[in-house]
């Protein structure tokens, strides 16, 4: 987990390392329920694994999605954000887009 500093500078600090805590949550849900499979089969866990995390912590799911100021040196060592595309890029691999339509349909 990313929040093992103990000091937080301020509100925006703490929602920034709020958001970061629920990018790795989301993303490890999402790797584990993607995990060995592929194509549609992967949509689908990937989807559902999103949807329950979301169902499941609301209020951290909300945090992934407001735009907010981090610590450049803290989201270096946050690996949710930059794993999370890593997985959705891979999955979608196998419906053979091609850029820019790859990249709009990660982001």
Known sequence: MVLGTAHVRNLEDLRGRIALLAADEKTIRVAEATAGRAGKDALVAYANAWRKYAHDHPGRYTATQIPIAV??????RASGPRRAV?????M?????LNEPDLTDAVG
């Open 92 to 96: 979608l691999r196998a419906y053979k």
């Open 71 to 76: 610590d450049p040196e803290f989201l270096a």
């Open 86 to 90: 890593e997985l959705t890029y891979s």
